[in-house]
């Protein structure tokens, strides 16, 4: 037997398994160096983690009224889904944006939509998630201006961006820029938020589309633990001191249904992460060293057949997520494979959640597989693995090297051929598709997006473009492609500009302008 990364899965573990395996080294107590055990002492015996449920379609009322259902029945924190454009960096009346508007997340082009989209939700009391990249600056700073119009400061405002433009050159595609670009992009807003915005997450550096396209637990971490070195070391590139950022680092990782191996991934993947911290950047800040992270359900597991099963494939795979040590989760709803979640659906994927923190006895105690033999075995293995995977990454010349390469994303896509075939050849279960199977299907009715959202959309863009100072916002992008063309940080002239009223689109191209577009290389 072997686990999902392909390492020895052994029928039985014992104390031979752990022969000269020193605690102290490898375990250290949690929320104590090396944090394979966690990253607060108390973990979850003090309080659950974030419940944060990922939403966002149509138009920005439609998600604000989905956000407000939430906050009823009981998350924690909101995570925002926005439309292809708007990851693009698009406005919704461009015609590459045509057919997509509002499809896989919220419409967004202007401070306009951005009120609706937070309206009557304190952004003071309440921690937001952005799942967005190459344009991740500019919905900040949108959010930062609808708080401020709240009354709420900066200082005040508690949440993340996604940011992570690396994985997107490997598994995602929704890049703009070239990669050094992007970079300086990413750094700027680090430096940013350290005087502006000090609690927000600057980053969440995520192995999960990696996993989604289909990279085992070893390439995930790997990968993802590669990306992270490389922001590290175009901070330290441009002035910043380690501890002034590090701390404000955070992770996004999927959970299978593979319970095992991923409890003892999340527990490899701190304890790499606060060696490399310490050892090869010198970090002294023990919030430098500590490996946050978020956990979505793995999505690419659901299936459309029999969709009622996904609730206790996510169940699983959240059971792992919280064994692992996350600090907050979301939950896939199990109509997920066939279209948007619908509202019941959502919140049973909510009420999952729930059922784990407040009915189960897995926030009793922290780190209870601490010491299993299984458990400590896989964790070294991993470890072991992902060190020779980096490794080989370093030897490209590091992570943007090796995407450039290709290296990356050749070999998370042989591990998704290999599942793939493993399926087909029915040598890899999956129930309701290659066993366990039904005649036929019961009829399900899933949640559709209106198709007249893109003209509402464009007519909401066109007003506001009539209305505005068209002066004011012509010389604040003019601003922007200076600061883009020199070495100021670019999100105050960028914040400028959006007060004013331009669009995402703009903005994005007055950085296009300067910038150029990146061209993926022959070996993708």
Known sequence: ????????????????????????????????????????????????????????????????????QLLAAG?????????LPTQMGYDSDAPIAHGEVGKVGVAIDTIDDMRVLFDRIPLDQVSTSMTINSPAAILLLLYQ???????????????????????????????????????????DIFSYCREEIPRWNTISISGYHMAEAGATPVQEIAF???????YVRAALASGQH???????????????????EEIAKFRAARRIWARIMREEFGAQDPKSLMLRFHTQTAGVQLTAQQPEVNLVRVAIQALGAVLGGTQSLHTNSFDEAIALPTEKAARLALRTQQVLAYESDVTQTVDPFAGSYAIESLTD???????????????????????????????????AYAVAQEIDAGDRVVVGVNRFTVDEEEPYEPLRVDPTIEAEQRARLERV????????????????????????????????????????????????????VYTPTDAF
Do not use: C, H
């Open 242 to 260: 380690i501890d002034e950022f590090a701390p404000r680092l955070a992770f996004f990782f999927v959970a299978r249904t593979t319970l095992l």
């Open 1 to 68: 037997m072997t686990t999902e990364s392909g390492l020895p899965f052994a029928p039985v573990y014992g104390p031979a398994d752990l022969a000269g395996w020193d605690p102290a080294e490898r375990l250290g107590d949690p929320g104590a160096y090396p944090y394979t055990r966690g990253v607060y002492p108390t973990m979850y015996t003090g309080r659950p983690w974030t419940m944060r449920q990922y939403a966002g379609f149509g138009t920005a009322a439609e998600s604000n009224e989905r956000y407000r």
């Open 465 to 516: 473009r009539a209305e505005r100072d068209q002066a004011a916002v012509d010389a604040a992008l003019e601003r922007v492609r200076a600061a883009a063309a020199g070495t100021d940080n670019l999100l105050y002239p960028m914040r400028d500009a959006l007060r004013a009223r331009a669009s995402v689109g703009e903005v994005s191209d007055a950085l296009r302008d300067v910038w150029g």
């Open 224 to 230: 993802t633990l590669a990306d992270g070195i490389e």
């Open 381 to 415: 293995e991993i470890e072991e693995a992902v060190l020779a995977l980096m490794g080989q990454v370093e030897e490209l010349g590091g992570a943007v090297a090796a995407i450039e390469e290709g290296f990356q994303k050749s070999e998370i896509e042989k591990s």
């Open 75 to 83: 998350t924690t924190g909101l995570s925002v889904a926005f439309d």
């Open 145 to 187: 201006l609808v708080a401020e119009e709240q009354g709420v400061p900066g200082s005040a405002l508690n949440g993340t961006i996604q940011n992570d433009v690396l994985k997107e050159y490997i598994a995602r595609g929704t890049y703009i820029y070239p990669p050094a670009q992007s970079l300086r992009l990413t750094t």
